[in-house]
């Protein structure tokens, strides 16, 4: 038996972080949201570190600095490969389709609504300047609050634009801005 200045035998720390490894696998497992497995591993260093330092403060540093190093850098990159053949539910799975216009989509006046799947949604246009008409076919970006976030499909977009254009030549129009 090993034992530290003081008396403690260094079994009983290495045991102590092995513990901390079990119970962080077994929430990992429970869970399965990629964040306690990340301090298992930073247990392990602890237990390693505790092999050869007597302080119990040096191993709760190692402990916490790689954990969070590995949280924090390595996450995101298994997360990636780990929820790519996840299904997307309700909402997210609208990202990327595409919706009909059914009411006038003009981000000044806060107003528009498209329908997608059946179902009709308020929607605000990406650019800010962009009338989108009624019947419109447009593609959903992303989801704010309740409100789906859509652009023109892109077949349509340089059409609109010259649409558009034409109404500023317009001389009814022309002779409004007159007076």
């Given at each position: 038996?090993?034992?530290?200045?003081?008396?403690?035998?260094?079994?009983?720390?290495?045991?102590?972080?092995?513990?901390?490894?079990?119970?962080?696998?077994?929430?990992?497992?429970?869970?399965?949201?990629?964040?306690?497995?990340?301090?298992a591993?930073?247990?392990?260093?602890?237990?390693?570190?505790?092999?050869?330092?007597?302080y119990?403060?040096?191993?709760?540093?190692?402990?916490?600095?790689?954990?969070f190093?590995?949280?924090?850098?390595?996450?995101?990159?298994?997360?990636?490969?780990?929820?790519?053949?996840?299904?997307?539910?309700?909402?997210?799975?609208?990202?990327?389709?595409?919706?009909?216009?059914?009411?006038?989509?003009?981000?000044?006046?806060?107003?528009?609504?498209?329908?997608?799947?059946?179902?009709?949604?308020?929607?605000?246009?990406?650019?800010?300047?962009?009338?989108?008409?009624?019947?419109?076919?447009?593609?959903?970006?992303?989801?704010?609050?309740?409100?789906?976030?859509?652009?023109?499909?892109?077949?349509?977009?340089e059409?609109?634009?010259?649409?558009?254009?034409?109404?500023?030549?317009?001389?009814?129009?022309?002779?409004?801005?007159?007076?």
């Amino acid at each position: 038996m090993d034992f530290y200045p003081g008396g403690i035998e260094m079994t009983e720390q290495v045991i102590f972080w092995l513990i901390v490894i079990a119970v962080c696998a077994i929430v990992e497992i429970f869970t399965m949201g990629l964040t306690s497995v990340w301090f298992a591993g930073g247990a392990l260093v602890a237990a390693i570190v505790a092999l050869f330092c007597p302080y119990f403060w040096v191993q709760a540093l190692a402990f916490i600095i790689v954990g969070f190093v590995l949280f924090f850098f390595t996450r995101p990159i298994a997360m990636k490969y780990f929820n790519k053949g996840r299904i997307q539910t309700n909402a997210e799975s609208l990202i990327g389709q595409r919706a009909i216009v059914v009411s006038e989509i003009d981000n000044l006046k806060g107003i528009g609504e498209v329908t997608v799947s059946g179902l009709d949604w308020s929607a605000r246009c990406v650019e800010d300047g962009l009338v989108i008409p009624e019947k419109a076919v447009v593609v959903i970006r992303r989801i704010e609050g309740v409100k789906l976030i859509v652009e023109l499909d892109d077949s349509l977009k340089e059409f609109m634009k010259l649409e558009q254009s034409d109404e500023l030549l317009n001389p009814e129009r022309i002779e409004e801005q007159d007076d």
